[in-house]
């Protein structure tokens, strides 16, 4: 079953090239999605690699964070252990600028399932009225260095925020 579940897993990023999928949201896109604006521009070019490794989803949400004066520690673990650190708020109502934690296997937006055993961490870049969320993230199965995806109001719901300090 964890052969499987990994096979499964890489066969998602395979087939869809990180750039698009099918079900919920608005697809997997390196562009910002029609109806959404960033608070800040993203510059990955000083992002630290020093306890992340570059282009993991954990590199970019740490590095995220700290363009927003956000902080969360150097040895928070893979996405799906962020939810569980000791000190830090974790909610299931979205918040802006945090970051969001997959459990393994969780799905990520009805596109594709996150690491079955790492998870998968992602940020918080807006919330609309309509309670859909727009994340962006990094991992190696992208094609980008990050992309951004839309969760509707219900796949947000079921998801870990983690508030940074």
């Known amino acids: 079953p964890k052969r499987q579940g990994f096979a499964e897993y890489w066969y998602t990023f395979m087939t869809t090239g990180g750039d698009s999928g099918t079900g919920g949201g608005s697809g997997i896109t390196p ?5 959404w604006t960033l608070d800040k521009p993203i510059n990955t070019s000083g992002y630290l690699a020093t306890s992340y490794e570059y282009k993991q989803c954990t590199w970019f949400t740490w590095n995220r964070a700290k363009d927003f004066g956000i ?7 893979n ?3 962020w939810q569980h650190q000791a000190g830090y708020t974790v909610t299931t109502t979205p918040t802006l600028h945090s970051a969001v934690s997959f459990s393994g296997g969780q799905t990520v937006g009805g596109q594709w399932n996150a ?31 990050y992309t951004f995806q839309v969760l509707t109001k219900a796949q ?3 998801l870990h925020y983690v508030i940074g300090k």
């Open 31 to 35: 562009d910002i999605p029609s109806g």
């Open 79 to 81: 996405g799906a252990d």
């Open 71 to 77: 902080t969360f520690g150097m040895y928070m673990g």
């Open 156 to 158: 947000a719901s079921q």
């Open 115 to 145: 690491d079955p055993v790492y998870g998968h961490v992602a940020f918080v870049e807006g919330i609309h009225s309509d309670g859909s969320v727009l994340i962006s993230q990094s991992g190696t199965g992208f094609s980008a260095v």
